[in-house]
Protein backbone atom coordinates (compact mmCIF):
# COMPACT_ATOMS: atom_id res chain seq x y z
CA UNK A 1 0.00 0.00 0.00
CA UNK A 2 1.62 3.31 -0.69
CA UNK A 3 1.16 6.85 0.83
CA UNK A 4 -1.61 8.26 -1.26
CA UNK A 5 -3.57 5.23 -0.35
CA UNK A 6 -2.93 4.60 3.55
CA UNK A 7 -5.05 7.57 4.61
CA UNK A 8 -8.31 9.09 5.05
CA UNK A 9 -8.46 11.09 2.40
CA UNK A 10 -9.59 15.38 2.32
CA UNK A 11 -12.30 15.42 -0.35
CA UNK A 12 -11.86 17.65 -2.98
CA UNK A 13 -14.82 20.17 -1.68
CA UNK A 14 -13.06 20.62 1.49
CA UNK A 15 -10.06 22.13 -0.60
CA UNK A 16 -13.16 23.93 -2.42
CA UNK A 17 -14.73 25.38 0.96
CA UNK A 18 -10.83 26.25 2.01
CA UNK A 19 -10.71 28.55 -1.19
CA UNK A 20 -14.22 29.86 -0.82
CA UNK A 21 -13.22 30.90 3.32
CA UNK A 22 -9.76 32.44 1.38
CA UNK A 23 -12.59 35.14 -1.16
CA UNK A 24 -12.45 32.40 -4.14
CA UNK A 25 -9.24 33.43 -5.11
CA UNK A 26 -5.83 32.79 -4.02
CA UNK A 27 -2.16 32.52 -5.48
CA UNK A 28 -1.54 28.56 -5.25
CA UNK A 29 1.17 28.97 -3.18
CA UNK A 30 -1.12 30.42 -0.24
CA UNK A 31 -3.78 27.54 -1.18
CA UNK A 32 -1.29 24.90 -0.48
CA UNK A 33 -0.11 26.65 2.67
CA UNK A 34 -3.34 27.30 4.26
CA UNK A 35 -4.32 23.54 3.04
CA UNK A 36 -1.12 22.45 5.12
CA UNK A 37 -2.65 24.29 7.86
CA UNK A 38 -6.22 23.08 7.61
CA UNK A 39 -5.13 19.19 6.97
CA UNK A 40 -1.77 18.62 7.05
CA UNK A 41 1.11 19.05 5.42
CA UNK A 42 1.19 15.36 4.15
CA UNK A 43 -2.73 15.38 3.13
CA UNK A 44 -3.84 13.24 0.63
CA UNK A 45 -6.77 14.65 -1.00
CA UNK A 46 -9.96 12.26 -2.55
CA UNK A 47 -13.06 12.74 -4.95
CA UNK A 48 -16.48 10.72 -4.01
CA UNK A 49 -15.15 7.93 -6.44
CA UNK A 50 -12.32 6.92 -4.37
CA UNK A 51 -9.30 8.41 -6.73
CA UNK A 52 -6.39 9.76 -4.93
CA UNK A 53 -4.57 13.05 -5.16
CA UNK A 54 -1.63 14.80 -4.54
CA UNK A 55 -1.87 18.61 -3.58
CA UNK A 56 -1.65 19.86 -7.54
CA UNK A 57 -2.88 16.57 -9.07
CA UNK A 58 -6.34 17.68 -6.89
CA UNK A 59 -6.57 21.04 -8.53
CA UNK A 60 -5.91 19.75 -12.31
CA UNK A 61 -8.87 17.44 -11.17
CA UNK A 62 -11.28 20.31 -9.76
CA UNK A 63 -10.12 22.45 -12.61
CA UNK A 64 -11.18 19.71 -15.40
CA UNK A 65 -14.25 19.16 -13.56
CA UNK A 66 -15.44 23.41 -13.65
CA UNK A 67 -14.99 23.38 -9.71
CA UNK A 68 -11.83 25.17 -10.08
CA UNK A 69 -10.10 27.83 -12.37
CA UNK A 70 -6.25 27.57 -12.32
CA UNK A 71 -4.29 29.61 -14.43
CA UNK A 72 -0.79 30.37 -13.84
CA UNK A 73 -0.19 30.61 -10.19
CA UNK A 74 -3.38 31.60 -9.53
CA UNK A 75 -6.78 29.43 -8.24
CA UNK A 76 -10.52 30.91 -8.45
CA UNK A 77 -13.75 28.54 -7.81
CA UNK A 78 -14.86 27.48 -11.11
CA UNK A 79 -18.47 27.91 -12.35
CA UNK A 80 -19.84 24.88 -11.48
CA UNK A 81 -21.12 24.22 -8.03
CA UNK A 82 -19.21 21.86 -5.55
CA UNK A 83 -20.45 18.15 -4.67
CA UNK A 84 -22.98 18.27 -1.77
CA UNK A 85 -20.00 16.35 0.64
CA UNK A 86 -20.44 14.39 2.86
Known amino acids: MDALSARAP ?4 DLLSLLQQMGGKASVEALRNAA ?5 ADAVYG ?3 GDRF ?6 AFL ?5 LEHRGD ?3 LG ?8
Open 10 to 13: VFGH
Open 36 to 40: AGAFG
Open 47 to 49: NCH
Open 54 to 59: SFHEVL
Open 63 to 67: ASRGK
Open 74 to 76: EVS
Open 79 to 86: SLPACSGH
